[in-house]
């Protein structure tokens, strides 16, 4: 008999954690399935739980039959809109999985349907600020020779973002922390993987000390300030554009707008 | 590197180079395969930008603010009064290494003042790139502006290792150069182009033959021209502009609203404003060329020497010619599509899709995406209602400006709103 009272899956947060849950509502043929991460559960006295251990092999699954349904730019928005982290959002996606598997041609760009233009909406915001963090990250060079960079983007970019910074910075360790979520990627020369830090109890992300940074560090980011303020032209001034190209919650890691 | 030595020098530096406006760092496809430092595929980033809203992807300096010459228009002018830096070979790598590495910038861009000689300038110009490239291994994007003057094999040397050289021209016509730049002549400007224009194509056709030619300038040449400056019509400007298309393949032509720096009489006033809607205007006007299939003197002609302000150039086209107009959007070629005021050319390309598929209504152009405020009076479609009467361009202008006031008015720096 399937179950028909709403079933919450609760899992890790993860891409494939998410993928595993989509595999066991098919696997357990479950009505009223709700996907939800563990951090953001609550216990409800109305529906029953299940905790979803991820599954490589089942996520996997899942992934390649997705793949054959939607066309490759389906298949990113997808994983794009699954970092948005929005609430709810596992369910947006089941809902589009679900329509996809059901149909018999790619359903990426019906635009009338609900589920596919929210989709593709909250994908289109993530990749808008990938392309951000791409321009405004700004590395610091510590003094263990590792370019640095904090970050509070609104959405988990960085797994989007790995792939360019490695083919850019091929000869420097650098590592991009998320201070948001707490975790970041590091560059070894070598690979990229991901690491969370226990940062120093007097570690300032904004401003940049000595006591960590190497001594040239401070020197650089006035000279790029510096830099930054020669090349404006007052004349042409046009603050109303400027703050739509780098939006204020931004400035903060911007080193040449620490003044 | 002394810091403080440095600072100086680039305060000076990158002040005198922020009026050259080409900014693009597109175009090139210089990968990173060696471990290197550095990546210019494809699209460039813009890394931050200024309070006028410029966009900020290159480290933009000259090597000195020394000059031989007098131009009027410029800052570095022999007999302006200002404080003079030169920097080092050296000193540029390293700037330019330290700030690619913290991720500012895209790469450098590269001017100079002239001093002692066009070709003792060059050199070292070219001296910077080939050193960020074979010693720091770096392959972000490099932009060398060429010395009118400088000789054939420097220039050969430079399209080694530069993405993109340009020469500005900066003054669009040959009678206002002669009197805001005396000691110029025009052929300086013209023989580095022709160079690079014949090494690219050679590269071009040896590229296909031995596949280790090395890459030659792969993001092309550009020009930059001020405007406003020398008294010129707009349809000199883009005649000129047209020329050097058609002629040098350049791959831009960047147009400067001439800011007012000095007390010659020669020159508008300080004070005098920058005119950045007619710098729009231009810009507008080089798109049309470029992407929408527009002849040059269809747009500006000795009937029609300037480009109107209250209007774009499309538009201003389209009111000339109405004769050209209603455009039945289910049967017109994408030529004509393209030259109906308010479609852009993805719409263009959208109704041309769409309508395999169904005779189109105002309401499948809406849901599209097109913005009917202008075009509804140039077209027709499978509906009985057409907003056209018979109306002459004077009262189609109000009627359309009435409409659209507000996004006249947000008419701002050539980066916004080019696309009509
Ligand atoms: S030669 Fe170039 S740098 Fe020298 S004054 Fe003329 S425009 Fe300025």
């Keep these: 008999m399937p179950i028909t009272e709403e079933t919450y899956l609760i899992y890790d947060g993860s891409f494939e954690g998410f993928l595993t849950c989509v595999f066991e509502v098919y696997n357990l043929k479950l009505a009223q399935p709700k996907i939800i991460r563990k951090s953001a559960f609550q216990e409800s006295f109305f529906a029953s739980n299940l905790e979803i251990r991820t599954d490589p092999d089942k996520a996997e699954r899942v992934w390649n039959t997705i793949k054959k349904k939607t066309t490759l730019r389906g298949k990113s928005r997808l994983y794009y809109a699954f970092l948005s982290g929005k609430v709810e959002v596992e369910n947006l996606l089941l809902n589009y999985i679900q329509y996809a598997l059901k149909s018999t041609s790619p359903i990426d760009s019906n635009f009338s349907n609900p589920t596919v233009l929210t989709v593709s909406q909250i994908a289109k915001s993530v990749g808008r600020e990938k392309h951000r963090m791409e321009a405004f990250v700004r590395f610091r060079l510590t003094q263990d020779n590792i370019y640095f960079a904090t970050i509070e983007p609104d959405f988990d970019v960085l797994p989007l973002i790995t792939k360019h910074f490695k083919s850019r910075y091929a000869d420097q360790k650098w590592i991009i922390y998320d201070l948001s979520r707490n975790y970041g990627i590091y560059y070894n020369l070598q690979t990229v993987e991901t690491i969370t830090l226990e940062l120093p109890s007097n570690f300032d992300p904004v401003h940049t000390s000595d006591e960590f940074f190497s001594p040239d560090e401070m020197e650089f980011q006035k000279l790029w300030q510096d830099y930054f303020k020669s090349t404006n032209i007052p004349s042409r001034k046009n603050l109303k554009l400027h703050i739509q190209h780098i939006p204020k919650r931004y400035w903060k890691y911007l080193s040449e707008k620490q003044v | ?420």
């Excluded at chain 2, 330019?96 to 070709?119: H, V």
């Excluded at chain 2, 070292?124 to 060429?146: D, P, T």
């Excluded at chain 2, 182009?193 to 033959?209: A, D, P, R, T």
């Design chain 2, 1 to 420: 590197m002394s810091f403080e030595r440095t600072q100086e020098k680039l305060k000076i530096l990158a002040d005198a180079a922020k009026y050259d406006v080409s900014c693009s760092s597109s175009g090139s496809k210089r990968s990173n395969k060696t471990k290197g430092l550095g990546d210019a595929t494809g699209m460039g980033i813009c890394h931050s930008y200024t309070e006028d809203g410029r966009c900020v992807s290159l480290l933009k300096i000259l090597l000195t603010n020394y000059c031989i010459f007098d131009c009027a228009y410029c800052v570095t002018r022999k007999s302006n009064d200002i404080k003079r830096a030169a920097f080092q070979v050296q000193e540029v790598v390293d700037l330019t290494i330290n700030f690619y590495r913290r991720n500012y910038i895209e790469g450098l861009f590269l001017s100079s003042g002239i001093f002692k000689s066009a070709d003792y300038t060059m050199e070292r110009l070219v001296a910077v790139a080939k050193k960020l490239r074979l010693e720091e291994n770096f392959n972000g994007y490099i932009h060398l502006k060429s010395i009118p003057g400088a000789s054939d094999e420097l220039m050969k040397e430079a399209g080694l290792y530069a993405d993109r050289l340009s020469v500005n021209i900066e003054i669009p016509t040959k009678e206002g150069l002669k009197l805001l730049a005396p000691e110029k002549n025009r052929e300086d400007f013209l023989k580095p182009m022709i160079k690079v224009k014949n090494e690219i194509i050679q590269y071009k056709s040896e590229k296909n033959i031995i596949k280790s030619t090395p890459k030659f300038a792969p993001a092309g040449q550009s020009t930059q021209m001020i405007i406003g400056a020398s008294g010129e019509t707009d349809q000199q400007i883009m005649w000129t502009s047209n020329y050097f298309y058609k002629k040098f393949n350049l791959k831009r032509v960047y147009y400067s609203g001439y800011i007012p720096i000095s007390y010659d009489s020669r020159l508008p006033q300080i004070g005098t404003e920058v005119p950045m809607l007619r710098e729009n205007r231009l810009y507008q006007t080089d798109w049309l060329m470029r992407f929408y299939g527009f002849d040059v003197n269809e747009i500006l002609n000795n009937d029609h020497q300037n480009l109107d302000l209250d209007v774009d150039p499309k538009l201003g086209w389209a009111l000339r010619n109405l004769d050209q107009f209603p455009v039945d959007i289910n049967k017109a070629d994408k030529r004509m599509l393209a030259r109906v005021p308010g479609l852009g050319m993805k719409s263009v390309y959208k109704i041309i899709e769409a309508r395999r598929f169904r005779r189109l209504n105002w309401e499948h152009i809406q849901r599209m995406g097109v913005a009917l405020n202008r075009a509804k009076y140039f077209l027709i479609c499978e509906s009985r209602d057409f907003e056209r009467r018979d109306l002459t361009g004077i009262q189609l202008k109000s009627l359309i400006l009435q409409n659209t006031q507000s996004k006249y008015r947000n008419s701002l720096g050539p980066q916004l709103n080019l696309f009509t």
